[in-house]
């Protein structure tokens, strides 16, 4: 593994359906972040954890649940999905939480009928 | 509110020099970034300022005025490979990015 990687790549999912996005980084990142990208708009924040074991609330929350066990796992999960998340979700990395840029996993393409 | 307002599309051609405007309203200000993101791929990286002036980073720079406001990335020699999205993203008090909708740069032969 070289930087983060996240997986499924792509999924379609029927509404209802329970579902967890994975990400992955072995560059001992502390802080770790879940986003969707929407067409017309920036990049959302889902939630954050700042160090294992930490989680926060980002600015679209609802619907989505995360878990930090340990530095380099960081698991979305949608707990019964709906079209609205249709989406792409990327998940992103930093040293730490001041300066320091964030990596980005190549994404999942979700879609949910 | 917190807003983050850049120019949904422009187009240049190879070789010239473009400019890609990013006006920010933020509660608070950690500094701000600039990404690139080509189509289908994940953002990466160009920038940070957290000061006021130019950094010059190769054919890529990046100028803030944090009294305005205000950034620009400034994209010289311009190369087809440079057509990509370029997305201003700003750090709030809480160093959590908010992030702009996205410059599409289209760059013609």
């Known amino acids: 593994i070289a930087g983060i990687t996240q997986a499924p790549t792509s999924q379609i999912l029927a509404a209802g359906r329970r579902m967890t996005l994975r990400c992955t980084q072995d560059?001992?990142?502390?802080?770790m972040y879940w986003y969707r990208q929407d067409l017309g708009l920036g990049l959302r924040l889902i939630h954050y954890?700042?160090?294992?074991?930490?989680?926060g609330k980002g600015e679209v929350p609802d619907g989505y649940s995360v878990s930090r066990a340990n530095t380099d796992d960081f698991p979305l999960t949608l707990a019964s999905a709906v079209p609205s998340q249709t989406s792409v979700y990327f998940c992103?990395?930093?040293?730490?939480?001041?300066?320091?840029?964030?990596?980005f996993g190549p994404g999942t393409r979700l879609t949910v009928l | 509110g917190q807003n983050i307002d850049q120019p949904t599309e422009m187009t240049a051609t190879e070789g010239a020099i473009v400019q890609i405007n990013c006006t920010y309203q933020?509660?608070?200000?950690?500094?701000l970034f600039w990404y690139q993101q080509h189509a289908g791929e994940a953002p990466t990286f160009l920038s940070y300022?957290?000061l006021d002036g130019l950094e010059e980073k190769g054919r890529f720079s990046s100028f803030l005025s944090r009294s305005k406001g205000y950034s620009y990335l400034l994209l010289k020699e311009l190369q087809m490979k440079d057509s990509a999205s370029y997305l201003c993203?700003?750090?709030?008090?809480?160093?959590?990015?908010?992030w702009g909708a996205g410059t599409k740069l289209i760059i013609k032969p």
């Open positions: 933020t509660s608070g200000f950690n500094g």
């Open positions: 560059m001992r990142h502390n802080a």
């Open positions: 993203a700003v750090a709030d008090s809480n160093y959590q990015l908010i």
């Open positions: 992103a990395s930093s040293e730490g939480t001041s300066h320091n840029e964030q990596f």
């Open positions: 954890s700042n160090t294992a074991g930490t989680t």
């Open positions: 300022n957290v």
